[in-house]
């Protein structure tokens, strides 16, 4: 196939990606990387479609899916291709035995292992690491073990360049997935639909059906937010109302106004009093003769405004310009003592009896001047008499006392002492101002009290509190006056009288609209407040849902758009036109060559066709015209597989990059004339990439290794391994036993030799394991005598009987073959790790046991190739005297 023909379909892919909005570009480097989309990367390519769509706000910082090479797979080209060296560290595989490296050469390498050796845990490893169409990837556990203590499969591979990665199974591994691709058998499976139709997808293309699959998750879970999201509206509706609110509510959209909704949703402790007190008053119109509740209403106005006068005559106590009217009383007082004081102080200074001039001294005069006018009437005081006498004493006033004493009566009546009175006297007036307001007109038997709590209760308290304050400023304002001493009085309550009034006002406005609507229109009015009250608290209980449902409705207005406008379209006539492009890349004549190849003689017509965005090249047999069956109940089994290992050829072909290719015993069903050929055209692809082939089939083994030695070494290096069961029939021993093919088996002897000596070197279960390989490698030495030297390759195992002829060059000698036969059994059940049969005498498995049966096949060897010799020469003489 010519350069102009490769086809990278993720290229393709890579480009058209860039038209592609965010989320399914993250679709596609998920589905390029893991070939699935999990729950949770759906989740997360749903959050970015709901960014692109405007579903939801995009983050500060968003990350870009963009379609860059480290993503693509086979989008950078390597300056080598990757070849797998080795596989090695393997883990919780099956139970393939642990330590074992399986080395691969940079050409071809065969694996061989007959069944339940291990062979296809190996093969299982690389299914589920590298890319195929197998639907058989799982890797199993030792089932030997509880499942919680088996391993997560795991494998370290080592590439030619000397890097490596840890293959962890269900993680997935570009290097192992974009760098090789697996076949089997089962690959055939994907092509035959339940159609029986022999379809397959093409590689790559696998991403536009998972790309399909992926928008349908997305919109199942876009309807699946939308029913979420879609509001219960009976839950929210009020149903037999005609407020405003229920009104808002029975008729929400997208265009409701929820800021007008949310005014009305406020209902604090102000609409609960109103909506108790309207309740409570329709409560009154019901069971009330109308005349009793006009009355009623009335003398309640009277009390309410009764007891606001009585609150207003209580602002003389709280009234700031009387507190400052007796702080001012009390400071002149203090002043007037004062300066009365010092007057008394300067006059009577000296006189023997201090102090003059006190509260008590002025007491003392002013009671013996009323005395005085008692006891001597309309005299003057001193009474100025030679045998006066003291009032107190009742002793003759001398001289000195009576000008003292008259002393003290110009002080008393002084301006000074005159206006101390005066202030004394005002400051007694205060304190029966403060005394005679009224504090007890809100006991609980006051009907101005039992009308307030009628209405409202917590203006009850706010009233109470008020006369509670005003009692303790009275009481602080008495103790102020009375100790001539001013100290700053309680705080000031907010005075209830607005409350009072505007509940008086009510009550009048109600008076007077009883009268001109008449109870019946009242009620009718009470009614509509108490319902729009009523929605309102239901609407302050819903609110947060309320809100809720305008919000998704407002989402569910874009998200409906959006659902309408998702579609594959855009997948699926992508999808079209790149298989346009396949066809036109030259897969059909490229599929038919590789069919001729595979010995597929068949009409086989190839229609490359697409719907739902998933691509299928279906083969028809026969005629186009006629109506024949399907392709599967034509082709037999081994026709089936040769077919789908075409199509996987020629898909290899059309990749530029040269990808190794694994295969796992791919000739099932196949006749041993087909079987050579694929040997045959899988060297021949040797050539140009890695190819590593597991297989149980001895005779394709032998098909394989006989192309690559024609081949040469130079074009196709050939490599051997094999796959065994090891002790206790532990599968997985990488290498125990010879490969079956004469230019390993012609090296067997000296292998046995190999393995002895190491054995020499080692102990307990080591030893024995090197013991049972050299048994092994004895007895493939065995096997190549046999077949090449006792039976002179008459009996070949891999290829057909040569010419009866070469039958007279056979040597019989009976003795060598009993003892061949004997030896090699016995090499074989020591190499498969069984007990003797009864009739072998009880050899142990030992150093000298190897070493003897070493000897003793050299010696069958030298007999049978010296009688040989003698029979050869026997016959030559024979002849040359018949001759004669």
């Not at 919680?148 to 591979?157: E, L």
């Not at 702080?327 to 004081?341: Q, W």
């Not at 309102?536 to 409906?560: G, P």
């Amino acid at each position: 196939m010519s350069n102009g023909n490769y086809f990278n379909i993720f290229e393709k892919i890579q480009d058209w990606g860039k038209s592609l909005e965010n989320w399914e570009r993250l679709a596609l480097l998920q589905l390029s990387q893991k070939g699935s989309v999990e729950e949770n990367d759906i989740k997360l390519i749903y959050e970015e479609f709901k960014i692109d769509k405007g579903l939801i706000q995009a983050p500060a910082e968003r990350k870009n899916y963009d379609l860059n090479n480290s993503f693509i797979p086979q989008s950078i080209q390597q300056a080598q291709p990757l070849i797998l060296s080795q596989i090695g560290e393997i883990k919780g595989v099956n139970a393939i035995v642990d330590g074992q490296t399986l080395c691969c050469g940079p050409k071809l390498t065969v694996v061989y292992g007959p069944n339940g050796s291990g062979k296809s845990g190996y093969a299982r490893i690389l299914k589920a690491a590298c890319f195929t169409r197998s639907p058989f990837t799982t890797i199993h556990g030792n089932v030997n073990f509880p499942s919680t203590k088996r391993q997560r499969p795991s494998a370290n591979f080592t590439f030619a360049d000397s890097s490596s990665v840890v293959f962890s199974y269900g993680i997935p591994c570009p290097q192992l997935r974009d760098n090789f691709a697996v076949f089997d058998t089962s690959c055939i499976r994907v092509c035959i639909d339940s159609k029986n139709d022999f379809k397959v997808n093409p590689y790559g293309f696998d991403v536009f059906p998972g790309l399909v699959d992926v928008i349908a998750k997305v919109k199942r879970l876009l309807e699946d937010e939308i029913q979420k999201r879609t509001p219960n509206f009976p839950n929210l509706q009020i149903s037999g109302s005609l407020s405003e609110v229920a009104a808002l509510l029975n008729n929400l959209s997208r265009n409701s106004d929820l800021q007008k909704i949310k005014e009305l949703s406020v209902f604090g402790p102000t609409e609960e009093n109103k909506l108790i007190e309207l309740i409570k008053q329709l409560d009154e119109f019901n069971k009330k003769d109308p005349s009793l509740i006009l009355r009623e209403k009335r003398l309640n106005g009277k009390d309410i405004k009764h007891l606001i006068r009585k609150l207003c005559n209580m602002g003389k106590l709280i009234d700031p310009l009387k507190h400052e009217n007796i702080r001012k009383s009390i400071d002149e007082v203090k002043r007037l003592r004062e300066v009365a004081l010092a007057a008394s102080a300067a006059q009577f200074g000296n006189e023997p009896v201090q102090p003059v001039g006190t509260e008590a001294w002025r007491a003392l005069i002013e009671a013996a001047i009323k005395y005085n006018n008692e006891a001597f009437p309309n005299k003057s005081f001193p009474v100025d008499s030679e045998d006066t006498r003291c009032v107190l004493c009742q002793q003759p006033l001398s001289t000195e006392a009576k000008v003292r004493l008259s002393k003290f009566l110009s002080f008393v009546r002084s301006e000074a002492e005159n206006n101390l009175k005066k202030g004394l006297t005002k400051i007694v007036d205060l304190q029966k101002e403060l005394d005679i307001v009224d504090l007890d007109f809100f006991r609980n038997e006051a009907t101005g009290y039992r009308t307030i709590e009628s209405y409202d209760k917590k203006l009850v308290d706010r009233i109470k509190r008020y006369i509670d304050a005003a009692m303790a400023i009275r009481k602080g304002l008495v103790s102020n006056l009375r100790q001539e001493k001013w100290e700053a009085t309680s705080a000031v309550q907010e005075s209830p009288i607005k409350s009072c009034e505007d509940l008086r006002i009510k009550l009048a406005q109600e008076i007077r609209i009883l009268r001109k609507q008449g109870i019946s229109k009242q009620k009718k009015q009470l009614e509509i407040e108490i319902q729009l009250l009523s929605d309102r608290q239901q609407l302050k209980r819903i609110i947060s849902n309320v809100e809720e449902a305008i919000i998704n409705l407002r989402w569910l207005d874009k998200a409906y758009e959006q659902k309408r406008l998702l579609h594959h379209k855009h997948v699926t006539d992508k999808q079209k036109a790149l298989a346009k492009e396949l066809v036109g890349k030259g897969f059909i004549e490229q599929f038919k060559i590789e069919c001729d190849s595979l010995g597929l003689k068949l009409l086989i017509k190839v229609n490359i066709s697409g719907s739902e965005a998933v691509t299928c090249r279906s083969l028809i047999v026969g005629e186009i015209d006629e109506e024949l069956p399907d392709p599967s109940q034509i082709l037999s089994e081994g026709e089936q597989t040769a077919v789908a290992l075409a199509d996987f050829l020629t898909e290899i072909g059309l990749n530029k990059h040269p990808i190794g290719i694994i295969f796992d015993d791919p000739v099932n069903s196949m006749d041993h004339i087909r079987k050579e050929m694929i040997a045959k055209r899988l060297v021949e692809e040797a050539t140009k990439r890695q190819v590593i082939i597991f297989t149980h089939d001895i005779i394709f083994t032998h098909h394989l290794a006989e192309a690559a030695e024609k081949a040469g070494a130079d074009k196709v290096k050939f490599t051997a391994c094999t796959i065994s069961t090891g002790l206790n029939s532990t599968p997985g021993y990488v290498n125990k036993t010879v490969f079956p093919h004469i230019h390993y088996e012609k090296e067997s002897e000296k292998l046995a030799e190999l393995y002895l000596t190491e054995a020499k070197n080692l102990s307990g279960t080591g030893q024995k394991e090197k013991l049972e390989l050299g048994c092994g490698a004895l007895r493939a030495a065995y096997e190549n005598f046999i077949q090449r030297q006792l039976f002179n390759d008459v009996v070949n195992r891999w290829r057909e009987p040569i010419m009866a002829t070469a039958l007279s060059k056979i040597y019989f000698d009976q003795a060598v073959i009993d003892s061949v036969v004997e030896h090699y059994e016995l090499l074989s059940r020591y190499e498969k790790g069984h007990s003797h049969s009864p009739e072998f005498h009880e050899v142990p498995l030992d150093m000298a046991f190897l070493a003897k049966e070493i000897i003793i096949f050299k010696e069958i060897k030298k007999k049978y190739c010296k009688a040989a010799q003698d029979y050869k020469d026997k016959k030559s003489e024979e002849k040359k005297s018949v001759f004669s």
